[in-house]
Nanobody, 121 residues
Framework: VQLQASGGGLVQPGGSLNLSCTAS????????NGWFRRAPGKEREGVAC????????YYADSVKGRFTISRDNARNTLYLQMNSLKPEDTAQYYC???????????????WGMGTQVTVSS
């Protein structure tokens, strides 16, 4: 599976961005699909996940109610709609998939290259 993430950028606090992750080679539906991020000086962490054979999203507490993960099966594309962005959301964002039930930051099998999100006034 090859993943290409896009949609990052510079946004003011309170703003929104929509990240996309286009997959090729295999259908995203056959994998757990996740978004992760790494902030400067911090470990990579999970942000949101759609488990294998599921359509619902699950979220880190820090983004719950602000971010929405979704998938367009026809386009084989994963999205992360990010609203009410905060400076602490600044990070490199990655999409990743795993042939397993749940997302696991240490065991995702395929990673996109990442897209930078900077939240600053």
């Amino acid at each position: 599976v090859q993943l290409q993430a896009s949609g990052g950028g510079l946004v003011q606090p309170g703003g929104s961005l929509n990240l996309s992750c286009t997959a090729s080679g295999r259908s995203l539906r056959g994998y757990a699909n996740g978004w992760f991020r790494r902030a400067p000086g911090k470990e990579r962490e999970g942000v949101a996940c759609i488990p294998m054979n599921d359509e619902r999203g699950y979220y880190a507490d820090s983004v719950k109610g602000r971010f929405t993960i979704s998938r367009d099966n026809a386009r084989n594309t994963l999205y992360l709609q990010m609203n009410s962005l905060k400076p602490e959301d600044t990070a490199q964002y990655y999409c990743a998939v795993r042939f397993g039930r749940l997302c696991d930051v240490k065991n995702m099998e395929y990673w996109g290259m990442g897209t930078q999100v900077t939240v600053s006034s």
